[in-house]
């Protein structure tokens, strides 16, 4: 049952930031692949807006005299998880949503966000957001996305199972994620966190199961809590499909793609509006 009285999922998600890791959370890598391609791709003194309050992505290293503004909704992840002051550029955070920005039309050069199509519905906050991006970016803005991509073919329980219990899966994050994908539906039904749950709560009741969860941390495997009784959904486009939903506002430059754990699910891409 949805407890009223417990933070919403995203003031949870703040609480439980530090526990969080890969690949929910950029990595290294990702820090150096959108380096080099805003090396390459963006002029000094750009305007940047940051979608949510990712630490990695707010201290990448931007160009000389890049200003940044984030936009979040939620006050328990700016209070919490946003660096501010200890920014080495001039950055500034405001609470809204993203899709009724506060922006004027093209006042940005740059967007960028990490794993931020997730909480969407999609198809209607995927368009909508697609359309108030391109009307806040300049005519041939960049768009920096890391983006969570389910597999074009389900994989079954069995071989998570079986990973699992030979430690072949890195994190509690990458089995979250796995579960995630494996529940998910089409991508306008995308998967109920409160089922991620049952069967995460269905598969730690094995014993077997229980005996590996003891290699990760207590606090990492705790944050699954959040989705107990969560009705909210989250959805992860296949990389064709999210391409699709991005093709009326943006046309691709680059994608790379990581080589970490569940590196393939989470695809860095570059576009421009068109
Ligand atoms: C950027 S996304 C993904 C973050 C991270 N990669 C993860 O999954 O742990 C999460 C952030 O998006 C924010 N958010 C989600 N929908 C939003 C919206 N429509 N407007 C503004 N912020 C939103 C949440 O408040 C949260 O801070």
């Excluded at 405001?94 to 006042?107: F, K, Y």
């Excluded at 991006?133 to 389900?154: E, K, M, T, W």
């Excluded at 699954?224 to 969560?230: D, F, S, T, V």
Aim: include cysteine; charged fraction near 25%; proline fraction near 7%.
């Amino acid at each position: 049952m949805h407890d009223e009285t417990r933070p919403s999922h995203w003031e949870q998600h703040a609480l439980n930031w530090r526990h969080v890791g890969l690949p929910l959370r950029p990595a290294g890598q990702d820090v150096r692949i959108m380096e080099s391609l805003l090396a390459v791709h963006l002029d000094q003194a750009a305007r940047v807006l940051l979608l949510g309050v990712t630490p990695e992505l707010a201290r990448l290293r931007w160009p000389d005299r890049t200003h940044l503004l984030a936009v979040d909704r939620s006050a328990g992840m700016i209070q919490r998880v946003w660096p501010g002051d200890a920014l080495a550029l001039d950055a500034q955070v405001i609470r809204g949503d993203w899709n009724a920005l506060p922006l004027s039309d093209g006042c940005r050069d740059a967007v960028i966000g990490d794993g931020f199509y997730t909480p969407l519905a999609y198809p209607s906050d995927y368009h909508r957001l697609g359309r108030e991006l391109a009307r806040v970016l300049r005519p041939g803005g960049l768009y920096l996305i890391r983006a969570f991509v389910r597999p074009d073919a389900a994989e079954s329980l069995e071989v998570i199972e079986a990973d699992l219990l030979a430690g072949r899966i890195g994190t509690v994050h990458a089995l979250k994620w796995r579960l995630a994908m494996l529940l998910h539906d089409d991508l306008a039904t995308g998967v109920r966190l409160d089922t991620v749950w049952r069967l995460w709560d269905a598969l730690r009741a094995q014993p077997a199961v229980a005996d590996r969860l003891r290699q990760w941390p207590a606090e990492e495997v705790a944050t699954l809590e959040a989705y107990r009784g969560e009705p909210g959904r989250y959805t992860f486009p296949t990389l064709t499909e999210l391409r699709a939903a991005l093709a009326p506002d943006f046309t691709e430059l680059d994608c790379r793609v990581p080589d970490y754990e569940l590196g393939d699910r989470c695809p860095i891409l570059l576009l421009k509006t068109r």
